[in-house]
């Protein structure tokens, strides 16, 4: 691959993505995409317009205006867009950590008799936390998995320990270390032919990996909207489940909106039919603003298209390393096969976390994970391989200066 960036950035159909994001002042290159998507510019003057017109003009008849099918209309639509979806299936709600505590309590609760829970032991802390506590407050097994480091976790893996005893496999489709990319529709073929229900984290697929969970047979997900999907920080999370698992679903937060007709305020709970029993309180309606915008530019770039400008990316930042990282001990902590790669790419090296250190002082943004990881996430809408290359001649630079 060719290491100098004007020739990708001329051929790079998605380039004018880039200006229209809010400006860093000082920022070299931004590679924590994968972390917290930069805002569109646009997204502070919708903000402003809502509050003004919307919130300030129309009060609480907003409720009955819009507001309160949020995260159905906007779970529809990312549904449509980046999850392979059809209609029905999604909700905006909560965090990704309160989506998954729920979605795995009510898979559980759905499987009884079952008494083992799947979890690889380097998966995102929260999930495995989350996991722990289901299990000790069920009664349940944690059945752990050690995946490979700079890989993740593989079909075989899970055919060994999946049986009658198995209620869930609890996954990430992209690692949060490696980037690894699950092969989503074997595992789950898998853990179904035993019997039991997957739940995936999506938090770093969304945005950067199409997908396709109702064709890959998919029967539970959460994940993040402020990492590629650039909804803002702590912006609320999305959960899918697939249809006709709804009605088996009993998620522990039983709070007024996911009920069956809310405002009869009547005795008891009842859960809604439909994806909305997913729901616990009140919809984050301005916390998701800035996703409707992004949603709308990356309806306009296409997640094919963004798949394709996320290869050439991790493929040049490979490329980069290899030949000008490598001789200073760097060694590329993800797959090299574009297969099982996601959008990111974590090189390892000793002093990592001090390189990350004097990489932000030179205004080069990536983040360091333990113990000697720098990830680099370069959003396809908003990074340039300019950037790119930018960003890595500053760490060539502290390298070569000892
Ligand atoms: C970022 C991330 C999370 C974060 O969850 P929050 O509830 O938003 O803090 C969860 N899982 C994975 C795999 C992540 O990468």
Known sequence: MDLDPSGHD???????????FSPAPGVVAYLDGNSLGRPPAATAERIAAFVRDEWGARLIRGWDEGWWETPTTLGDRLGALALGAGPGQVVLADSTTVLLYKLARAAVAARPGRTEIVVDTRDFPTDRYLLGGIAAERGLTLRP?????????????????????????????????????????????????????VLWDLSHSVG???????????????????????????????????????????????????????????????????????LSGTPPVLGLL?????????????????????????????????????????????????????????????????????????????????????????APLSTSFTEVRDGLAVLEELLSAG
């Open 10 to 20: 001329a051929a790079d159909p998605l380039a004018p993505f880039r200006d229209r």
């Open 145 to 197: 998995i050690t995946t490979d480091p700079a890989a993740g976790v593989t079909p075989s893996q899970i055919a060994d320990v999946v049986g009658p005893s198995t209620a869930l496999v609890s996954l990430s489709h992209v690692a949060y270390w490696s980037g690894w990319r699950a092969d989503m529709e074997q595992i789950t073929g898998i853990a179904h032919d035993a019997g039991a229900l």
């Open 208 to 278: 950067s990996v199409p997908l396709e969970l109702d064709g890959w047979g998919a029967d539970l997900a959460a994940g993040c909207s402020y990492k590629y999907l650039n909804g803002g920080p702590g912006a609320p999370a999305f959960a899918y489940a697939r249809r006709d698992l709804l009605p088996s679903l009993n998620q522990p937060v039983q709070g007024w909106t996911g009920r069956r007709d809310p405002f009869a305020m009547a005795p008891g709970y009842d859960p809604e039919p439909g994806v909305r029993r997913l």
């Open 290 to 378: 800035p996703l409707t915008v992004s949603l709308e530019m990356l309806a306009e770039a296409g997640v094919d298209a963004v798949r394709a400008k996320s290869e050439k990316l991790t493929e040049y930042v490979i490329a980069l390393v290899d030949a000008r990282l490598a001789p200073f001990g760097v060694t590329i902590g993800s797959p090299r096969d574009v297969a099982h790669r996601g959008g990111h790419v974590t090189l390892r090296v000793p002093g990592a976390r001090e390189l990350v250190t004097g990489m932000q002082e030179r205004g080069v943004i990536p983040d360091f994970r333990e113990p000697d990881g720098i990830r680099i996430g370069p």
